[in-house]
């Protein structure tokens, strides 16, 4: 047997196949604090004992949470909870009570998962057939029953007060008690008082447990939060009487804060905030020449009045930086920074650390390329001379915005440098700053992407927004709301600075609504970039950007004029219902429905009263009619099992858009137009 040493052994029941488990490199999975998962594993034995599983959490600072695990597929013996690990919290770093209530809940939980055999439910089972057939052996049968509770009574595993213990003590004696009808003693076996005790302390023959899993538990934000991108130069930006652009400034840019609370969006995600390069400084939509008051672009970073530990003279002050993060914390709103590790060429970097740069066959630093396209403005950073240098000043200068009021960053390109890298400065950062969150902008291969997110990264931006169809989504969304959800924490962006595609180009205010209500319903963590409400949507000929991009441009817009898109009401709708629903704040219980017309896709969440914070179930059908420009109708056939709802009950359904109640069940008609309503997003009455 010496060849088995190393072997994992079996006990004596088997446990496998148990979920969420480490990937196959050893990176455990990942939910945010009270986050709604299924936790799953097969329990099976050698007989026709019935089995049953439950599952110990023991959160870091060793207090352990045990729950019963229902039977899910009993033929492939297959239990699942739905857990969570801890409760729920809405309370943020910079908040009264998260270091207390919060702080002490995150960070490496494990679980355990037991099995035993449920020896008295069989005895239970055979006995009362037995006595119904008048069987010839059933004083044998009776004497086993007893021996079982004497057993129950002694079982250590089985921790029986002591009040119950005289119970089965007493119920063993009358079982042998030959005085009595075999009706009688059926009737004592069969009582409210041991089936309970069945329940609560039960009778574990051949208990068993599964090896140890590893889980990390993130703070509130981590998996369900809403993102509001806007760039402050473009906040307060007016025209001068001489039709020049006045700009924005940190402190006018308080006016974006507002709308994102009056939005109800919870993160506020800046652009760079540092000085901008001037040597080859590019112009209108990224134009080689540029005129003398073009201001850059935020990514091209550093000149002589500083780098990225430094606010943009143009925009204010550290202080006033400050007082800007100050104000989003008034308001409930997270303020997350946009950290581009790159350099333009007037960085100071660039002459105190010239090693750190790539460099052509002539010794001239090389411009950021990825030909045709040429990037004269930036200088990419060489990880092969001194990475260690600069994973030390990359934390420092973190450090600097974290003090000033930073809580998260999204990191601009991380698949473009070393993910050992990224790892060390995430661990690094974490080691004074735990709660700072990190969003990869990784648009990229999936290998990547998951080893940004394995390396720390909090959240990543994914490929939704080419993600149109009905069978793009259908294949898509269970994706995001899947395994993949205890690592990648997708954000599902409709547009951003960088991308603005055919769909919203040519679908007008519907194709907007639909996006919107996709992000929102589709993903526990979306992202809206500023404009949205204004259905700004139009494309730079040849490109899927944005033109009149404000990457390189001050935007003055006028947003009195959000009232007739209506955009902007839906966006505060929407997350109205993310705040209010329960359901809507988990990667891990999206249920794709079927449709019969590939233009339109519904899809449910379901959240049991039991991990609900608000004591009650929560289940949400989202359907949307995904053609901008036509009607469309369609069969909705509804897998009520995925709802738990009884599958020949009809029930009544609110929308939480319109208002309006209908009657639902199984198989369901709907009809949705672009001009009217892109969708219904339904909570169930039941």
């Excluded at 801890?86 to 998260?98: D, E, H, I, R, V």
């Excluded at 099995?115 to 049968?141: C, T």
């Excluded at 002589?304 to 008034?330: I, N, Y």
């Excluded at 409400?533 to 990457?551: F, S």
Aim: hydrophobic content about 40%; charged content about 20%; aromatic content about 10%.
């Amino acid at each position: 047997m010496a060849h088995m040493e190393n072997v994992p052994r079996f006990g004596q029941l088997g446990i496998l196949n148990v979920t969420p488990a480490p990937s196959p490199e050893g990176f455990p999975p990942r939910v945010e604090l009270g986050e709604q998962f299924p936790l799953t594993a097969q329990v099976f034995g050698a007989g026709r004992e019935p089995v049953r599983a439950e599952v110990t959490l023991t959160n870091p600072a060793g207090k352990h949470f045990t729950y019963a695990m229902p039977v899910k597929e009993e033929g492939l013996d297959l239990f699942e909870l739905q857990a969570q690990a801890g409760k729920p919290s809405t309370l943020m770093p910079w908040q009264s009570g998260y270091k207390a209530h919060v702080a002490p809940q995150l960070g490496h939980w494990t679980f355990v998962i037991t099995g035993w055999e449920d020896r008295f439910s069989l005895w239970l089972h055979d006995i009362a057939i037995r006595v119904s057939v008048h069987d010839d052996d059933l004083e044998n049968a009776f004497a086993e029953g007893a021996q079982l509770l004497q057993t129950w009574t002694n079982k250590r595993s089985s921790h029986v007060p002591a009040a119950s213990k005289k119970l089965l003590h007493d119920t063993a004696e009358k079982l042998v008690d030959t005085s009595l009808s075999a009706e009688e003693r059926l009737s004592l076996a069969q009582s409210n008082e041991l089936r309970q005790l069945n329940e609560v302390h039960p009778l574990r023959t051949n208990q068993t447990k599964s090896s140890t899993f590893h889980l990390e538990v993130e703070r509130p934000h981590a998996s369900f939060t809403s993102w509001y991108q806007f760039f402050p130069r473009s906040e307060g930006a007016h025209y001068a009487a001489d039709g020049s652009i006045v700009p924005g400034t940190l402190k006018t840019a308080v006016a974006g804060l507002e709308r994102a609370k009056e939005e109800g969006f919870n993160t506020v995600y800046i652009p760079p905030i540092f000085p901008i390069g001037v040597t080859h400084r590019k112009g209108k939509d990224g134009s080689l020449i540029a005129s003398p008051t073009d201001p850059g672009s935020p990514w091209a970073i550093g000149s002589e009045q500083g780098g990225h530990d430094t606010v943009d003279p143009a925009l204010g002050s550290m202080k006033d930086f400050a007082d800007f993060c100050h104000r989003a914390h008034e308001l409930d709103l997270e303020v997350a920074l946009d950290f581009a590790l790159q350099c333009s060429p007037d960085h100071p970097w660039v002459k105190q650390h010239p090693n750190w740069f790539k460099h052509k066959a002539d010794g001239s630093i090389a411009f950021a390329e990825n030909p045709p396209m040429k990037y004269e403005d930036i200088y990419p950073l060489n990880f092969d001379e001194d990475m260690d240098g600069i994973i030390e000043e990359t934390v420092r200068c973190m450090k600097v915005w974290i003090k000033a009021g930073v809580t998260a960053f999204r990191v601009d390109n991380p698949h473009t440098k070393p993910t050992a890298f990224w790892q060390q400065v995430i661990a690094e950062v974490h080691e004074d700053h735990p709660e700072v969150l990190f969003l990869a902008e990784s648009f990229t291969r999936p290998a990547p992407r998951r080893a940004l997110a394995y390396a720390g990264f909090t959240q990543s931006h994914c490929y939704f927004l080419w993600r149109n169809t009905g069978e793009e989504l259908e294949e898509f969304l269970p994706q995001v709301n899947g395994t993949d959800g205890f690592y990648t924490h997708d954000t599902l962006w409709p547009s951003t600075p960088d991308n603005l595609t055919a769909f919203l180009r040519d679908g007008g205010i519907a194709a907007h609504a639909i996006r919107a209500v996709l992000a929102a319903l589709g993903s526990p963590t979306w992202g809206i970039y500023s404009g949205y409400e204004l259905v700004e949507n139009k494309q730079l000929e040849g490109t899927e950007e944005p033109a009149d991009n404000e990457k390189f441009e001050i935007k003055v817009r006028d947003w009195n004029a959000t009232d007739q898109y209506g955009i902007k009401l839906l966006l505060t709708v929407l997350n109205k219902i993310r705040s209010e629903h329960p359901a809507t704040h988990s990667f891990h219980n999206l249920t794709v429905h079927k449709s019969d017309n590939p233009n339109v896709i519904a899809f449910s969440r379901y959240t049991p009263a039991k991990v609900s914070p608000t004591g009650k179930a929560d289940r949400l059908v989202c359907v949307v009619n995904l053609d901008p420009h036509n009607t469309q109708a369609a069969n909705i056939e509804l897998d009520l099992g995925a709802l738990a709802l009884d599958a020949n009950a009809g029930f009544d359904v609110e929308d939480l858009l319109t208002g309006a109640v209908f009657h639902w069940g199984s198989h369901n008609w709907v009809c949705l137009s672009p001009n009217q309503e892109v969708a219904h997003i339904l909570s169930v009455r039941a």
